[in-house]
């Protein structure tokens, strides 16, 4: 049985919108929050095509209910990037200003969002869970960007290699297409 879960569909939007802003090759993986050290991480991928390395690391948030209708879920996604190549910090920037103009557009984001999900679950290659079915389709309503500034904590200083980060929520309201 295929589950409802937006970060599947957010995941894969960033991951196309990122190839398609720095060009065909283009690698950004996203990892779920595990108990797993950032240079154990970062030694598991290669991004862009220079040999740099990016990823997100990503954990879904669920929020509470604010009104009497329990169709429409409020959730947060937390984004770390992590980079660990020599232009990391610039390249992390980059990521960053990426999600930030696909996601950041409220409503409207929601609907390049929700057209782009037609698109790829009605293609050869729909999202698909460890099965191999099918994500079921989710409409997103509203989606609002927030960048923290705890790039510090999230970073480990006490390792020789150097590693560039930042931190950012995504929070979506959603309902079961």
């Not at 679950?121 to 989606?143: K, M, R, T, W, Y």
Request: hydrophobic share 35%; proline share 5%.
């Amino acid at each position: 049985m295929a589950i409802y879960y937006p970060p599947a569909f957010i995941n894969a939007y960033l991951a196309d919108k990122v190839s398609e802003s720095f060009g065909e090759g283009t690698n950004l993986p996203f990892f779920p929050t595990s108990p797993t050290a950032i240079d154990d991480l970062t030694q598991t991928f290669e991004i862009s095509t220079g040999g740099t390395g990016i990823g997100m690391v990503y954990d879904r948030m669920l929020k509470m209910r604010r009104g009497p209708f329990p169709h429409i879920k409020y959730e947060q996604l937390l984004y770390y990037l992590y980079g660990t190549a020599d232009d990391a910090i610039s390249q992390v920037i980059e990521v960053t200003q990426v999600v930030q103009d696909f996601l950041d557009g409220g409503d409207e984001s929601a609907q390049d969002l929700n057209a782009w999900i037609r698109t790829k679950q009605q293609s050869e290659s729909p999202l698909v869970d460890d099965n191999g079915d099918a994500f079921p389709e989710v409409f997103f309503h509203d989606i609002k960007i927030y960048q923290l500034e705890e790039t510090r904590d999230i970073i480990d200083f006490g390792t020789a290699r150097t590693y560039a980060g930042n931190k950012i929520i995504i929070d979506y309201c959603w309902h079961k297409s």
